[in-house]
């Protein structure tokens, strides 16, 4: 990821903040930056996984993943399920959304009332115990939100190819 201010400097001392208000974060996915979720949509796949993918033979890819880490120790990469159908796509992508939105309901405030706290007519001090967990839950959910955002996008990509798909192939859906 980019810096989030380019002019940013090192502060004076550490009892001075170098700014006072918190990180915007784009989630609506307008902002330039990398972001690799590879490993959790593929435990997403592995989630949603059903015994018609992988052209029927998922109960033995899984079955033959697992021998295979057996016999190496478990010193291979993690197995990971790769992509395979846009159908199976559209469910990991959907049980992604499902997970982030459980996660975000879990925190006590929203990103804009920690917004509001950290730039308030009164701020917590800084560095202070209350200042320190309002950024770190602000960091957490400015990430489960662009994830979120990330998978909505790719959902609603899928499911119009597959609409798109079964139109042509005559379906109803």
């Known amino acids: 990821m980019p810096p989030r201010n380019d002019t940013s400097k090192p502060a004076a001392t550490p009892q001075i903040p170098i700014v006072t208000s918190p990180p915007k974060f784009d989630t609506r996915g307008g902002g330039n930056f990398k972001f690799d979720a590879s490993k959790v949509i593929a435990t997403c796949r592995l989630i949603v996984l059903t015994h018609t993918d ?19 120790n478990n010193d291979e990469k993690p197995f990971l399920v790769g992509r395979d159908t846009d159908e199976l796509e559209y469910r990991a992508l959907s049980c992604l959304i ?28 800084f560095q ?15 990430t489960l939100e662009a994830l979120r955002s990330i998978s909505i996008s790719g959902a609603i990509q899928m499911r119009e190819k597959i609409e798109k798909k079964n139109k042509q192939n005559g379906d109803k859906g």
């Open 54 to 72: 992988f052209g029927g033979n998922a109960i033995e890819m899984l079955s033959d993943a697992l021998k295979k880490n057996a016999e190496n």
């Open 98 to 125: 499902r997970f982030t939105d459980l996660q975000l309901s879990r925190y006590p405030n929203s990103i804009e009332n920690d917004m509001d706290f950290l730039i308030g007519e009164s701020p917590p001090a």
């Open 128 to 142: 202070s115990r209350a200042w320190t967990a309002a950024h770190v839950r602000l960091g957490e959910m400015q």
